[in-house]
Structure formats: structure tokens, C-alpha cells
């Protein structure tokens, strides 16, 4: 390149003769002045041409199309990390936006609970860097270079911050949130500066400022008045807008990109002419030895860390941009906005990687645009000029508005876009610039349209904000997707009538007896459901996946398009589907604080999700041998659930119950009845756990006892509970005569009894229904126990006073609703016991009102008695002989025979 | 903010008058006034300003709108005037700016907010620096006629010299139209409806008929004519507006200040210009300023979390209130006390400027002085507390 000689000698004269005028020379403002103006021309006269951009700045990349067309380059240096370069291939069909992403899921040098490490580096279509990569694509004899840190130094340089932070405060943050870069950023970080900044030019936020004072002014200026309005500002921000910290970095990095390209240019036998160096305008202004391909300097580069990286493309949308840049709504919509204006006032043809085969023709040369002297001294004397285009944008947008505001229940009319019109430009002339930008036009809508409440949901600040913030999301093409996702495009793209690329949620309508094959598709669905739980990106309509339950029919709505990033995430753990869900369900049943639960869940996921019966058995081992060092019985409810189900679904296999199941069934009966006799007493454990543990010992006793388990094991610990019983809460009693009762350790006699002796005493009345729900608790393992609950709930209902009984129904409804499948067992007990036709009802009698006087007679017949010693038997034995005689000496006693 | 009262006696005095037009100014006088209207207040600064002011003027306006902003929100370095001008309104700079540009548009503006957020002022500082003129105010309530808006007859005249434009008595509106300047009108929304849309021609064609007259029945407005209203917010509903008359204005919303750091700006310019009515300067001492603005938000927060209309204080708990308590301290302390100001004196000007129904007010704030004002330490939190417990016994 023919360098540009500018004589910066009048200027530097100017400048001290201002300062004479107003100051002192040698001051702060005279030294700085001068600062800015050798950076500006240290910039100019460096060999290796240099093009300072900003981040989606649209001028930017129109200027660098531009440079581009009217002059071929052999490399171009890019301020983009190192390691990124090898997606560049993959971005040719990829819809933009779209972003780099390299992420680090094991290491060795960062501790695990720092991972994953995560960099995206978003790319839009107005930005320099894609056109650079786009015009290198296109251009087979250009080679692009990225020449900025790689994303481990990133993390090396975080880290060891993060340690010496986490010494002086001992704060424990983590790195773990995703960084996102974009090249060429130029933020101010002084937060004094930036206030000051956005005060005086009577703007909301930095890119606001960025794009009204700088982008739309040098839009359309010559290429060496913009290369030299973007070195003053980027020194200016450089020098007053920027912390310690950042500028410290900053300098770290432009050491790495200088030591970098002379390296590639010595390797590459480039000459400085035949290049051009693209980064940020804050970095070619700076003042390190390694800068400038004269100077011998070199920086030596810290090797990398012990890391696995994976890198890939994903896309992203302009909403997801705003936030992780923490930009306000709107600014990535507003820059392509002025993107496209641009294009079309200037008729740049930007370099695009959809019409390839057209660009792949030698790039016409346009001339060199002359320098134009005055456009320099217009950006310093003169507020920005403007275009036709914004007048139109401006009309389109009042027009725009009151339409929206309309349909959101405004009244608005034509008068009220003409009255925005006029309020927006006197806004933006109040506010000193010569056109209204979005903001100004946004305070003028809500000035004019805003009445005195809000008559819908959205008022109009919002409604300005969604209209401009038509949110654009990116997608990336085949050839660049993981195998995984690969893999699962494959599969459905059996699906008839769907169609992953659209932007429409795409309805899957799967029937399995049609079409067998389908099975996969809706394999692959459920993977996806189990991996990405909140995501929206499959949600079934139709159709369950349960152990037993044949699948006939699905339906499910598909968002491919719009979430396949979550997707592309996933091809970063593995290779298949398959792979993710066991690695994340090993991983998940070693974790040291999984419950037994968790590990039977993750069991019946796997037979459903994965149809690997050795990987379910490792899970099933897994699972008891949490239950084994498990303490206590909180989760014997979500057990007995797990397991029972399970069972019930083995028993329906060919293969029967896996002995992996029998062990753990074993291992419960064991755990549960040795933990019996504490639990009665505790008042951590509630009755409905006890239940559980009760109903896991006896439904599934069959077999323990196959794996050698025995009913004493439950016997034993019955009798060890010693708690008395005015001790234990009334729902526990309940189930612990239940149980008593079901293995013959008490009789029904007793219990009747005991409800005697409650419906006698006035001040218990109170606790009956607690004992009721003791034994409806118990029903599940003890159905028996329902025709003794029928007769105490009659009696309730009959000898209790009304004062008493109203309150306590409510409370037993709503009990009772808990326990669903009780209530039918009861129900059906009861419809048995009561009359079902009027006409019995006259001769029905209770059947426990017969049975209580022939109790005697029966119980000693019948029921097993409480003490079943050697003794007992032989006084059952002289009474039932002797039994007429004990009647008859009873009534002579005057005493009465129940 | 500004006073009610004051701009009710203005409209009686205006009304009074057989020729209000010629004598609507007022006059800068040696007389001393209790509380003189912004244009004289700040005569100094408005005359500066007009000299400076090198910009583009909308209609017969004095100052160019950066001007009038300036006037307003006070200057900067980078606005190149050789003196301060001082801020006269806190608040977000955007209200401002919008409330100018729509001034020197065709609509009128209504400033709509809770009360004691300053819209009036906001309304007498723009009228002030747009047409050196804030005192043609109509105030609206419910008894507010057509005529009051438009224009009436002195009776007597007529009876004696039939009618005539000596014997019409224009509205201040009609003043202003007539002047070409600023026309307040303050509580727009206490008017009825149909008397409301009395503003409706008035404010599209811009000219009253009069057609009682054969000659000279027709006043036209003048260039730099317009309306600057206000409305409460807290009345919405009363007599809701037409649609047509919404029309016909912009509104902006003026927000209660809620940041703590604009609080104390607007506290401390307004009591030290409130004090200066009294002829003495006194520093509010810092702790209890903090004191004070802490238990407004405090009080505000409370208020939103309870449920029923009587468990919470009435009063409308703005910036203006908070002037109020620290004036009725400083009078107090000034005269009574012996100039000290304490906590003790604050907390019992705070409870008897806040208690206004009996006895919901007094339970409602005994409940929370009882859960957050003395759970504060601090001498001057103890005191504070003390003063207002000891109000509340006694009331």
C-alpha cells in the first residue's frame, strides 16, 4: 500500500495555540490533546495497514467492504481467538447470527467445580469480522488469520484473577457463566466517563451515543477520514474511558496479537503491504513494545493448559446478543436497521456466502475514493449530517406505531403520527442533533400517544421497544452440526410433513400401528424430552411413555429452528443421544448425596429411554446399595412406589423379575423392619411413612422371603415397639394394631376394644378420627381391616353428637381424598356390609352388633389370641369345654354375658 | 408543590378586575410578597437567559427551548454559559424535555401525577420561561362554569352601558390567547365533563366567539398560545375526561420520586426557599433529614403491603409532605426551641401533619412506629420515636 503521508504539524501548532489561549501548556488538557494526536498518527504511519472496527458497527463493515473491493489483500489478521479458526469452514451454511463456541467440559488444570468453561463469540451479518471471514471464504488465495489469545488463555488469565481476588476477599464466585467476546469492544469502562459522556450528549445509553456521533458520521466519509476519526476515538476512550483493569488486559492481549502476526509473517514471507490487520479501534492505538512490524519485540506466549476444548457453531438471536452484552433491547435490530439503510444509500454490495457462486467471479475494483479533507474537519466542527433514509425510516416508524398502539387498544389516528412526527424532530432539535434517533422518536410516542392509563397489557414504551426489536434468531446447516445432532436430524427426518428449518413450531403426528418405524422417531423425541426438561423445543401433546403401557399414538410440537442451540449443546457431551443420557445418569447415581429413590427413578428412565437391561442392573445395584446407607424412613413412600412399579413391569417380561430387584427387595424388607420400632415413637417420621415402610415389607414379603428373608425379622420388631400407646401419635397406633393384627399378634376383639374405650371417654372423642386414619392408612397392606373400619366409622356416625361430628367429616374428606385408593376399598367393604335396597333395610342389623355377642364364642373359635403360649391354649381349652357352665355361673353372678 | 391557595387568590383577583388583560403581568414592585411567582422569583436568571439565547424561538416565545430546559433543570458546563443557572425541578430530565417539545407543538400538555409531586410547579416554571408569564391559572373545581373558562360579563356594566368588550370579563385563557402565551389550568379533572369539553374549540380552532356582540366578536389566539394542565391522578375516575378533549393534550406522567438522592435535592431547595419567605436561614441538620426520608419510604412500603383502605394513612405520602414536616419542624424549633432542631420536634410534626382521620390515621401509624421506627438505632431515631409516640398519645 502507498502509505498515506498527513502532515499532523498544523495541527499540533493549532493545538498549542489553543492551549495558550485558554491554559497553560504542559497541563493535563494540553498533554492530552497531544496523546491523542501521535496515537492518531502512530496508527497512520504503521506499515501493516491497520482497520480499527467496533463491534456491529455498521459502518464499520461497510468500510471494510469497501477497502476490500477496491484492494486485494493476501491475509488478513484478525482479532479473534486463535482457536476459533477452525469453524471458520462451517459457517458457509449457517443462517446468521450465529456464534463461535468453545467450551471445556473436563481438565486437569481447572478445578471441576469451575467447569464447564464456556466462550461464544456471536457473529452477525453487519459486523467487520464476518465480512472479513466471508470475503476470505469467498477469496481462495486470502487467508485469514486469528490472532488474539485462544480461549484457554482466557480462562488461565480469569483464573489466576479469581485466585488472587478470592485470597484478599474470600468471596467464593465461580467462573462457570459463559464469557461471551466480541471483537473490537469498545465499551468505556470508567463509569465517571460514560456519565459524563451520555450527559452531555443527551443520549440513554453508550450505544446510543456510539451510533449517533460515530457510526452514522462515518458511514459514508472516505476511507482515511474514517481510519482517522476511529483512531482519535478509540484513543480517546482508550486513554480517559477505560479502568485499570481492562486497560491491563488489553495490553496483555495486543502484545499476543502483535508477537503473533510477525510470526506469521516471517513463517509466510508477508510483506506488511500485502496485509491488513483488523481489531478494535481501542487496540491500534496502543502503546506496547511489540507494536508494529518494525519493532523486534516479542512477547513470550504462556503455554496452554491441560484442557479439553471442543469448539463449534451455534446459533444465537439478537435478544440473546443484547443480553449477554448487557445491551440495551433493541441495539442489535437498531445496527442492522442502520446496516441495511447504509447499504442502500451507499450501494455497497456486501459479501454474502448464500450467493457464493456469484462472488466467486474476480471482485470488481472500484476506485480509491479520494480523501476528502473536509469530511475530517466536518466531524469535528459540524453535528452529523443525515440521510434521506432516516427521514423514511422515521415516517415509516409514526406510522408504524399507531397502528401497533391501535391494535393494543390506544386510540390513535393518522393526526396523532403526525403529531409523533413534529414531537420527535422538535425532540431531537431540543436534544441538539439534526435527526431524531430511535429514542428520541420512542419518548415522542409516548409524549403524544400515552393517555392517562394503560388500556391493555402493553403501554407504549414497550410497544416501541417490540417494534423495533424484530428479534432475528440464526441457525447453523448441516455439514457444521455435532454428530449428534446429525444423527438425530437423520432420524426424524422420517417424519412426513415436518420440517426442522422452518421458523413454525412443526406438529409430529406419529402412529405406531401404521408405521412401526416411527417407534424411533419417538425414541429420539423422549431422549430429548429427558435431556432438555424445560426446554420448549419438543412438547408432547399427545401420548406418555410409562413402564407397561404400549405407545399407539403420539403427537408433539417441534421448535428445532429456534432452540437448536440447546441441541448443538448437547452434541458436546457425546457422540449419540444414547451416550449423553447414560453419562449423565452415571454420573447423577455417584453422586455421594443421591437417594435411593433418585437411583430407582434414573432405573425406570433407563428402561424406558434406553433399552440396556446391563446398564439398568448397574443403576439397580446402585440404588441398594444407597439403601443400605440410607438412614431413616422419609423416603420408604417414593420407594415402595419405584420399586413396586417396577416389579409390576418385570412380571410382564420374559425375562421375569431380575435378581437385582428380589436383592433390593431383600435389602428394603430387612432395612424397613429393623427400623420399625424407633419410628413408632419419633416424631420426625409421619404415619404416611411408616405406611410405606409397613406396606414394603408385607406386599413384597414374598420375595424377600425368596432371598432368604423370614417373617420373624417383622415379628420381632412389632414386639420391641415399647413405646406405650398414649405415647404414639393416634395415626401411628392405627397402623401398628393393623400390623399386630395382620401377624397375628393381637386379635380384632382387642381392637374393638380399644375403640370402646375411646367412644366412652369424652375428652379422646376428639382424637377418633386420627385413629381412623390410622387404619385407612393401613388398608393398602391390610385390605382385611376394612370391615372393622366400616363398623368403628358407623358407630361414629351414629353415637357421636352432631356438635362433634360436622367438623370432624370435613377434616376425614379431606384426609380420605389423600388416599384415593383406600376409599374404594372401603367403599366396596361398605357395599357389601349395608343393605343395598330399602326394603332390607327395615331387618338389617349391623352385622358386628351380632357379632359383638357372639364375639366371644367366635373370637375363641376364630381369631388367633393375643398370648399364644402353651398356657393359653390350655385354658381356651377348659373354657370352649366348660363353656355352658362358665354362662350359667356368669348369670347367676348377675353379670351380663357381653 | 406550589401553593393551592396562592393561585386560587390569583384567579379571584384576575377575575375582579374590569380589564384583567393589560394588568395580567405582574408587576415587578418594591412591595414584598409572601411567595412571588416564578417569572419575578427567577426575574434575574429569565432576563440572563433571553440575552444569551441565540437559538431558533418557536412562535412569540422568550427563550428557545434548550433555554427554557436549562431554565428548568439548571445548567451544565457543557450549555457555555458564563453563570449557574440553579435547578428548579428534580426529577427525570426526558419529563422535561417532552413537556417543552409538546408545548411548542399543537397540543396541550397535562401533567398528571399523585398530588405533591410538583406538577404545578413544572406547569409555573414553563409558563414562566416560555412567555414570562405563569399567572393566567384557572383553577378547576367542581363549581367551575363554562363562563370561567371562556369569559363572563361585569354585570353592572352591561346594565349601564349594554354589552360590549368593556364590559366582557375575559378568562385567563382568553388572556393568554389574547397574549399569546401560556394558559394554566390546574386540576383539570375536578371540573365536570361537559364543562372540561368547554376547552375543546378553544384549544383545536383557537378562537372564542362571542356572540352576545356584533362587532369584535371574534378573539383569536395569538402565536405561542397554549395549555399547560394538571390533573391528580388520585381523582381518576371523578370526572374522567372525553376522549376528544384527551386528544387535544399530550400527557406525562409525573412519577413519585422514589430515589432517595433526588429526594433530599428537592427537600433541601424547597425548604430553604420556604424558609427564606420567613427571613431565616437554617441548615437541616443531615441525620435528620436521612431520618425523615427513611421513614417516608418506609411508610410508603407499608402502605402498599396493607390489604384494607383503613389500615393505611390516607394522606398522599410525596415529596411535599416531607417539606411540610421539616418547615413545621423549623418554625417550631425556630420559635419555640430556641432554633435547635431535634428528632423529638420532627417526630411530632410528622405525626401531626400525616393524621388526618381519626382514629384510623393514629392506629395505622402506631402500628408502624411500633414494627419500624423504634426498632431503629440511634439517638436521633430514639428522640424521633419518643416525639412521635408523644404526639399520638395526645392527639
Redesign the interface.
Known sequence: MTKMEIDYQPLREQIDAIVKEFGKTGEKPHEILNVLLSDVERAMSEPLEIFPVTHHSPASALQLIKRLRSRPVKVIYLETCEDLIELVPMLTECELPVAFQALANRSRTFPASQLPLSVIAPLTEMSAEYQAIAFGILNQDVEIVFIDRSTDHIFQRLWADHQTNAKEAPEDEELTTTIGLQMGDMAPSLEKFVTFLL??ARVRHFSEWWNQYVDQVVLGSDYQTYRQIMFLIGSLIRRLGTNMDRLKDSRWRERYMWTRIKEHMQEHGIKPDEAIFICGAAHTVCDVPEFGVESSEMFDIPQLSDTDWLHGVIPVSFSMIERQFGQPLGTASISERAWKKGLNATGVRPFSLKRKEKETQKHPHTPNTPVDDEALLGFLTKPPAFLAEDERELIQNCMEIVALARNHGY?ATT?DSI?IF??SK??A????RNHPTFYDFQ??A???L????VPKTKDIFKLCQEMIALDVMGSVGYTALPPLVKEVYDVLGRLKDVDLTQKRIQRALMDFRENPDLLQCSNVLWRIKFLLPSSPIVKPIMGELELGKERLQESWDLRFRNHQAELIQLGYEGISLEQVITKRMRTKANRTDIKSGEVLQLVKDSILLLDSPRFSEELGKKAEERLMNDSGIEDAPENFRLIRELVYYYQTTPGGIPLWVKSYIATGYSYYTASLPQTFDDRGTTPEQIAASLSFALTLENFAVMMGCDRSQLIIALRSVNAPTYEIDPRKLGLLMTAEWYVRLRDMNSIREFFNNLFSNPLLLEKIPDYVMGFVLALPFAPGIAELLIEVLSRVYATVPNRTLIPWLMKQLLQVRTNLSSLIDLTREAAQIYPIDFSELETWQAPWETQIKQSDHLSLETEPSTIDSEKSVRLRDILSTHSSVIQMMLQSCNIDED | MSGKKKTKKTTAKTKAKTSPSKKSKPKDSDETLLRAPAEMKYAEELTYLVKQDEDAKPFSWQLS??MV?IFVLGS?K?DKLDREIQQKWYGDY?IV??A???L????GLLL?GDPGTGKSWLAELLAAAISGNSVNVLQGTVGTTEDQIKYSWNIAQVIAEGQSRDSLIPSPLMVAMKEGSMGRFEELTRCTSDVQDALISLMSEKYIKIPELEIGNMVYAKPGFNVIAT?N?RD?GVND?S?AL??RF????IPVVTSKKIEREIIEFRTKDLMARHGFKVEIPPTLLEILIQTFNDLRKYNASQGAEEQRIESALSTAEQIGVIEDTVLYSTFFSEGKMDGYTMGRSLVGALVRRLPEDVSALSKFWHAVVTKQSGDDWDSFAKGGKDAMTRI
Open positions: 450527559k452531555n386510540l393526526a403529531a413534529e414531537t422538535l425532540l432539535n431540543l436534544r441538539q419518548d415522542a409516548v409524549t403524544c400515552e393517555k392517562d392509563y | 427551548p434548550r430546559r451544565e457543557s426526558t424535555e417532552r417543552i417539545v409538546t411548542a407543538s399543537d397540543r398528571i390533573a391522578s381518576r375526561m376522549s384527551k386528544r399530550n400527557f406525562i406522567h
